[in-house]
């Protein structure tokens, strides 16, 4: 037989569902990192300035009261909360701790879980 050199077609769509929680879990921590470090600098700078001026305060205030604003806000607390409970468990994998096939998948469902739990609890808070 001849072997096929042509590129493979790869459908996102049909990747992702067929994708196991592992491989969700690592481009989901890609993503939140990614995030994080674009909206990190933001959110400092954002800070630095609403500290030194009353009136940029006062607008960052008027601004967070739009429920788009704290739909953002909420996006980058997720990633925040993924990235460091997906850390810990790739942490705990570096160290041989879950690496079977099983555990993998319980632990990688589980941080999924996890951290959409505790950003609905501080969302709530936030909110």
């Known amino acids: 037989m001849q072997k096929n050199n042509r590129p493979k077609f790869l ?3 049909v990747l992702g569902s067929a994708m196991s929680a592992t491989g969700k879990v690592s ?3 890609r993503v939140s990192g990614v995030i994080m ?7 400092i700078y ?17 601004i ?9 806000l909420l996006v980058v607390l997720w990633a925040m909360l993924h990235h460091i409970v997906a850390g810990i ?5 570096d160290m041989h701790v879950g690496v079977e096939r099983a555990a993998a998948q319980k632990s ?3 941080s999924i879980i996890i ?13």
Do not use: E, Q
């Open 37 to 43: 470090f674009v909206m990190i600098p933001v959110l």
């Open 89 to 93: 468990r790739f942490l705990l994998l």
């Open 115 to 127: 951290a959409l739990i505790l950003t609905v609890i501080v969302g709530y808070f936030l909110w």
């Open 64 to 72: 967070m009261s739009c429920s788009v604003a704290k739909l953002a």
């Open 27 to 29: 481009i989901l921590h």
């Open 108 to 110: 990688a469902k589980a």
């Open 11 to 13: 459908d996102l769509r």
């Open 46 to 62: 954002i800070l630095g300035h609403s500290l030194s001026n009353p009136d940029f305060y006062a607008s960052c205030v008027s």
